[in-house]
T-cell receptor, first 112, second 114 residues
Framework: KNQVEQSPQSLIILEGKNCTLQ??????????LRWYKQDTGRGPVSLTI?????NTKSNGRYTATLDADTKQSSLHITASQLSDSASYIC???????????FGKGTTLSVSS | GAVVSQHPSWVICKSGTSVKIECRSL??????MFWYRQFPKQSLMLMAT?????????EQGVEKDKFLINHASLTLSTLTVTSAHPEDSSFYIC??????????FGPGTRLTVL
């Protein structure tokens, strides 16, 4: 069964600190893995998209890694800001143009 | 990046009425649009996949006669919640793709059924 699992479920950190979110998947065949940021009451916004051959991709203070062999991904947030408080969702696609498989997300709270 | 809009952003209606939600791709042609539903503190759940000019494909457990989807053009898809009930209250999100692996999400529509 195709599944995407994320950990931790929630996380609280102080402003300025770094954090790493984890994602494990069992989706096969694998096309790509995405990380989205979803603010409360808003639609998801894409942070990174990685295909099978990519190991790491950065978008500003966000760096995603992918290990296709172990089927694991991580999202590292550097120098967190209050505006980083949101739900971070790991999403895997089996084939281009097909429905996405969503993780349940990690709720990040950044406090001052 | 590509922009997807939804209208309305929120709607409150009485039980038994129908509500239409629009999803538009503003700067690209969307061959496929997806409709999702998200309950509080839950992840997005796919309701249906819509291709322009053809009938939508619904996920298991989603009533096609209750959630009417029309993908009339390459830039517009509509979701109509018919005879809405309080349990239909949710956050409805659409996404659109032009055929590549990139999907762009709309900002969502908050539906509250009284």
């Amino acid at each position: 069964k195709n599944q995407v699992e994320q950990s931790p479920q929630s996380l609280i950190i102080l402003e300025g600190k770094n954090c790493t979110l984890q994602c494990n998947y069992t989706v096969s065949p694998f096309s790509n893995l995405r990380w989205y940021k979803q603010d409360t009451g808003r639609g998801p916004v894409s942070l990174t998209i990685m295909t099978f051959s990519e190991n790491t991709k950065s978008n500003g203070r966000y760096t995603a890694t992918l290990d296709a062999d172990t089927k694991q991904s991580s999202l590292h947030i550097t120098a967190s800001q209050l505006s980083d408080s949101a739900s971070y969702i790991c999403v895997v696609s089996a084939e281009a143009g097909t429905a996405l498989i969503f993780g349940k997300g990690t709720t990040l709270s950044v406090s001052s | 990046g590509a922009v997807v809009s939804q209208h309305p952003s929120w709607v409150i209606c009485k039980s038994g009425t129908s509500v239409k939600i629009e999803c538009r791709s503003l700067d690209f042609q969307a061959t496929t649009m997806f409709w999702y539903r998200q309950f509080p503190k839950q992840s997005l759940m796919l309701m249906a996949t819509s291709n322009e000019g053809s009938k939508a494909t619904y996920e298991q457990g989603v009533e096609k006669d209750k959630f009417l989807i029309n993908h009339a053009s390459l830039t517009l898809s509509t979701l109509t919640v018919t005879s809405a009930h309080p349990e239909d209250s949710s956050f409805y999100i659409c996404s659109a793709t032009s055929g590549s692996y990139e999907q762009f999400f709309g900002p969502g529509t908050r539906l509250t059924v009284l």
